[in-house]
Structures are given as structure tokens and as C-alpha cells.
């Protein structure tokens, strides 16, 4: 039986391919302290993405992983359905360079050429399929006010504590996730107006974001409401 990694790009041969670089390449990228985290939305096989880093941000990048595999879930059909040509449109590839800012203070930017030594260049184990790359500021996002008027109403709904660290901590995915899909956009149709790829984008991030305090709140009501039943 022929494995389903033989015959199509999935993330494990991306990895596989990293390991057989040349030796002059894999020590050049060790003792830099280039890393990289392969990845994908579980939803679909295409694209694969590569989440280049230093090595001093092997948690960042694992964040952005579980960002793009879990995060993506809680937007609702409507919003994902928003980005399902771009998705299917997108390079088989895409690798992330992932930066703590930029200096230029930009979220992150579409490249137009790959960057990053090892998918400088097709290669076979790609199966053909083609490379793009786009880079995110992580911290910069993390600073970034995206709605601050929507922001700071859904805020309110929280009281200060765990519950209050656990909508920012998911605050902060769902904007790093819109900015991911933003410059994914960019790579896909270049020549889209940035004023139209914003507002896909923030649309996104409102919507996914009011989904998910809507479900929290509802669950946490529903706890409260199950409390006090049991104490009457």
C-alpha cells in the first residue's frame, strides 16, 4: 500500500525534506538558530504551512501551530466561508517567518519572492506544488488594538481574574489567525484593493471573537445556573 505522504505534500514530508538537506545547509541553519514547525489547518490537506523561527521562539511558533490547527474552528461557518477561494488558491506551501517586529512596525507582509533558504527553490519533495511566504510580527500584533471600540465592550463582559486572562490570552490568537489569513490574501490576489483585504480580515477577527465571548458567557451562565439549582 502506498503511503499517502508518498503521493501528495503533507507536512511530513516537508519535515522529511528538512532533515536531508545538505549537510552545509543543515549546520549553516542549526548554528544560525533557524528553526522550523510544519503545520496545517486540520480541515483541509492544502496549504501546508512551515513556521520559520529562531530557536529563542520555538513558543511563539508552536502558539501560532495550535493558532492555525485549533483556532480557526471557533470562527463561525460564515467567517471561514470568507476565506474558503482564497484557501484554496493559496501556494501548496506557505512558509511564516515569524519575527517579533518589524522594523518598519507592519503586522506582517506578503513576500514575493521566498526568503528562506531551504524553499528558495522548487524542489521534488514539494510534489509540484508551488512556495509562497509571509512574514508575522508576533509581539507587534500582540500590541496591535484591531476594534478598540468592539474590544473594549467585550472586554466589560469579563470581571478581572482567570476569565478576564483567558479571553485576552484567545484575543490575541484570533488576531494573530486574521493576520495570518490577511497577508494570505495578499499572496493569493496581489492586486486586491487593501481597503477590501482589511475588511475581510477584520470581519473575521469581529466575528470569530464575538463568537466565542457569546459561547463563553453562555457556558459560564449555564455553570452558574447548574450551582445554584443544586443548592435550591
Known sequence: MVMDYETRLVPEVVEEYLRHLPRRVRWRLLFGGRRYLTTRFLDRAKPVIVVAHSFRDAGRARQLALTIEQDWFLAPDKSREAYEEILLKAPGLVVVQLRRKNLCGCLGHRHV?????????????????S??????????????????????????????????????????????????????????FPREPESSVRERSLAFYRESLAHYVESTISTLSFTIDRSFSRLG
Open 131 to 188: 512556495v509562497g511566504e509571509l512574514d508575522l510580527a508576533y509581539d507587534r500584533i500582540g500590541t496591535w488594538a484591531a476594534l478598540p471600540l468592539s474590544d473594549t465592550a467585550l472586554d466589560a463582559k469579563f470581571h478581572e481574574g482567570s476569565r478576564l486572562k483567558e479571553f485576552h490570552a484567545q484575543q490575541f490568537r484570533l488576531r494573530v489567525l486574521s493576520v495570518f489569513l490577511h497577508e494570505v490574501n495578499h499572496l493569493v
Open 113 to 129: 519572492f521566498p526568503q528562506e533558504i531551504p524553499f528558495a527553490e522548487l524542489h521534488e519533495a514539494f510534489h509540484g506544488e
